[in-house]
């Protein structure tokens, strides 16, 4: 295939998830398992898609990657998204009934419209969460796991100590009135973006794309393992355009990522992370 073909495989995924959330039968759409299936079905595609349009060698997936990534992904689908649904969603839910606060003028405006809102809010407070996590050390524990992993890959975006993973799910679009479609169409292809933007993809999306989503080019530079100081640039999970707003873009890309001596952290290792000052300090203590 024609790389200038491969690099629009981005934008035709996000493209294919909003249509489809826009224009699909109700019977396809509707249903508890539909944004499985869509999330899901996503994480597949790229995945095998990095088998056909490798970027690079040595971040080439293998059987121990692959099962810690699927264990992150069923953890992140079950356990977190319970969590923050029970403890955050919900009770956000509850509390726009209580107060009467809505937002009847997003919920009568098109759909894309729709979906750009609840995609661009959720991804401002999720910018200045990760960007917090790079500049105060205790939520930098929590986060520093995704940073050690030492390849890109199609799941990788799932990676992280539990607490960081329950933070960066964290967010105020419950107290929108939206479409249920609308919310699927920019929960699913927020997803695709930062999918993409953590795959082993030999794909660079078109200017255009990149000035508002997150490529791999622009992420796998915050993932680079030259120094933890030039990790703190390109938050923006999905959406980058909040990071040329606020002044912490930066262009460039990296092909060597992980942290420190570059080791890569077993899960045991990645759920004690943020215990690691107390642990090191009762050990030369001992
Ligand atoms: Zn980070
Ligand atoms: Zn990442």
Excluded at 41 to 57: N, Y
Aim: glycine letters at 8%; proline letters at 5%.
């Amino acid at each position: 295939m024609k790389q200038s073909l491969i690099n629009l495989l981005p934008p035709a995924t996000v493209a294919a998830i909003w249509a489809f959330w826009g224009v699909a039968p109700a019977a396809w759409t509707q249903g508890p398992w539909a944004i499985i299936a869509v999330g899901l079905g996503t994480l597949a595609f790229v995945q095998l898609l990095e088998l056909v349009f490798e970027r690079h060698e040595g971040w080439r997936i293998n059987g121990r990657e692959l099962l810690t990534d699927v264990f992150y992904v069923a953890f992140g689908y079950g356990v977190i998204g319970f969590l923050s649904d029970t403890l955050v969603n919900g009770p956000l839910g509850e509390l726009k009934e209580a107060w009467g606060i809505g937002t009847p003028w997003l919920a009568a405006s098109p759909f894309l419209v729709q979906v750009l809102v609840v995609m661009f809010v959720f991804e401002f407070g999720q910018y200045w969460m990760h960007r917090a996590m790079h500049n105060w050390t205790p939520l930098w524990l929590t986060h520093a796991p995704h940073h050690h992993i030492t390849q890109l890959n199609a799941m990788k975006g799932f990676i992280g100590n539990p607490i960081e993973l329950f933070l960066i799910s964290l967010g105020i679009t419950a107290l929108l009135d939206v479409n249920l479609n609308a919310l699927f169409a920019a929960i699913t292809a927020g997803g695709a973006i930062a999918t993409y933007a953590h795959a082993n993809v030999r794909a660079d999306p078109p200017i255009w794309y990149g000035y508002f989503f997150t490529t791999i080019r622009n992420h796998s530079l915050h993932h680079t393992a030259l120094s933890y100081e030039d990790t703190r640039c390109n938050y923006g999970n999905s959406v980058i355009f909040w990071d040329r707003v606020f002044g912490t873009y930066k262009e460039g890309e990296s092909e060597v990522v992980g942290q420190d001596d570059r080791k890569r952290l077993s899960i045991k290792e990645q759920w004690l992370f943020p215990l690691r000052p107390w642990l090191e300090k009762r050990k030369t203590a001992a």
